[in-house]
Nanobody
Framework: VQLQASGGGTVQAGGSLRLSCTAS????????MGWYRQAPGKQRDMVAI???????NYADSVKGRFTISRDNAKNTVSLQMNSLGAEDTAVYYC??????????WGQGTLVTVSS
């Protein structure tokens, strides 16, 4: 499984960005899709995940600002990020887990929020 993410970049504080990720290759049934992020010098943390049925889970720090969505037919997951702040600056990684509980990671896309 290959995960290709896009949509990162630099945005001013208070602005918005949308990340997208598409899974391709030999794909078993995908259960979870989501996003993690890793800021400089910090561990990689969950940002948001979504199940096949649309159940979502968000990190407390992004609730009310970020929205995750997915298209099961296209094996894509997106993350709409609003009201971005400096604390959101990080490399964002697309993530998926299939029905065998195998996890896959994208290459990461950098989001920089300038003040």
């Amino acid at each position: 499984v290959q995960l290709q993410a896009s949509g990162g970049g630099t945005v001013q504080a208070g602005g918005s960005l949308r990340l997208s990720c598409t899974a391709s290759g030999v794909i078993f049934r995908i259960n979870l899709m989501g996003w993690y992020r890793q800021a400089p010098g910090k561990q990689r943390d969950m940002v948001a995940i979504i199940t096949t049925g649309g159940t979502t889970n968000y990190a407390d720090s992004v609730k009310g600002r970020f929205t995750i969505s997915r298209d099961n037919a296209k094996n894509t997951v997106s993350l709409q990020m609003n009201s971005l702040g400096a604390e959101d600056t990080a490399v964002y990684y697309c993530y998926t887990q299939d029905s065998r509980a195998l996890s896959y990671w994208g290459q990461g896309t950098l989001v920089t929020v300038s003040s």
